[in-house]
């Protein structure tokens, strides 16, 4: 099972900012990567959240049970300490995604306080970089099966 999360104001996407964040609504979004993880044999599950309280609750609950999580947490990826130390607390394979490429935007996007303890990030493909998650998903959980105890 992976687990895709959301942060706030996502569930706006297809009509917030689309130069920014391109046209693809959230359905879509997660339409495209329940697809591209059929297609690797993975099952997913979704959480969108305005609330950092539900997003910590979800990594909690994907403990012992996600193979991974594939996050885009939002503006909440810049100052929410809570959700890095939910992160750290998770061993599966956790990979942070960002549809627009927050290092060439304003100064206080430059910061992701969960990069530190995620696999990698995937962020500027805008839709494309949901499936691209996804491989990195497979990829990463191929080698910790081929890496042995
Ligand atoms: C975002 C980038 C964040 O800086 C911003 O606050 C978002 C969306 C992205 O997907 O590009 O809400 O995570």
């Not at 549809?99 to 306080?113: G, I, K, Q």
């Not at 995937?122 to 080698?143: Q, S």
Request: contains cysteine; aromatic residues 4%.
């Amino acid at each position: 099972m992976v687990l895709l999360l959301h942060g706030p104001n996502l569930n706006l996407l297809g009509e917030r900012d689309p130069s920014t964040y391109g046209t693809a609504t959230l359905d879509d979004l997660v339409a495209a990567t329940g697809a591209a993880a059929a297609e690797a044999g993975l099952a997913l599950e979704h959480l969108q959240a305005n609330a950092e309280a539900d997003l910590v609750a979800a990594i909690h609950g994907a403990r012992h049970r996600c193979a991974a999580i594939v996050v885009n947490a939002g503006a909440l990826t810049h100052y929410a300490w809570s959700l890095h130390d939910a992160l750290a607390s998770y061993d599966g394979v956790k990979i942070e995604l960002h549809l627009s490429n927050p290092a060439a935007r304003e100064p206080w996007r430059h910061v992701s306080v969960l990069a530190p303890v995620v696999d990698g990030t995937i962020a500027g493909f805008k839709a494309d970089g949901y499936p691209l998650a996804i491989g990195a998903v497979e990829r990463l959980l191929d080698r910790r099966r081929t890496a042995g105890p």
